[in-house]
Nanobody
Framework: VQLQASGGGLVQTGGSLRLSCTASGRTFGLHVMGWFRQAPGKEREFVVGISWNGRRISEGDSVKGRFTISRDNAKNTVTLQMDSLKAEDTATYYC???????????????????WGQGTQVTVSS
């Protein structure tokens, strides 16, 4: 699976951005998908994940109620809608594909074996 993330940019505090991740490969629809982020000098952080069938979603505590993940397996895409953005959301965001055919949402980056190139999100205060 190859992943391409897009949609990052500069936004003011309280604003919104939508990130997209497009995948190539026939197994996309079977993978757990996740979004992670990494700010300079910090470890990579789990943001939100979605099961292969879209029925289970897990959010990191710092984004609950503000970020929404969705997927369209027919289009090989996963989307991250980010609302009420804060300065601390500034980071490089990565989409990642995890194990096949499971509904468990893994929060450890070690469980994800395919990564997109990252897209920068900057929230100005």
């Amino acid at each position: 699976v190859q992943l391409q993330a897009s949609g990052g940019g500069l936004v003011q505090t309280g604003g919104s951005l939508r990130l997209s991740c497009t995948a190539s490969g026939r197994t996309f629809g079977l993978h757990v998908m996740g979004w992670f982020r990494q700010a300079p000098g910090k470890e990579r952080e789990f943001v939100v994940g979605i099961s292969w069938n879209g029925r289970r979603i897990s959010e990191g505590d710092s984004v609950k109620g503000r970020f929404t993940i969705s997927r369209d397996n027919a289009k090989n895409t996963v989307t991250l809608q980010m609302d009420s953005l804060k300065a601390e959301d500034t980071a490089t965001y990565y989409c990642a594909a995890g194990p096949l055919g499971v509904t468990t949402i893994f929060t450890s980056s070690a469980q994800y074996h395919y990564w997109g190139q990252g897209t920068q999100v900057t929230v100005s205060s």
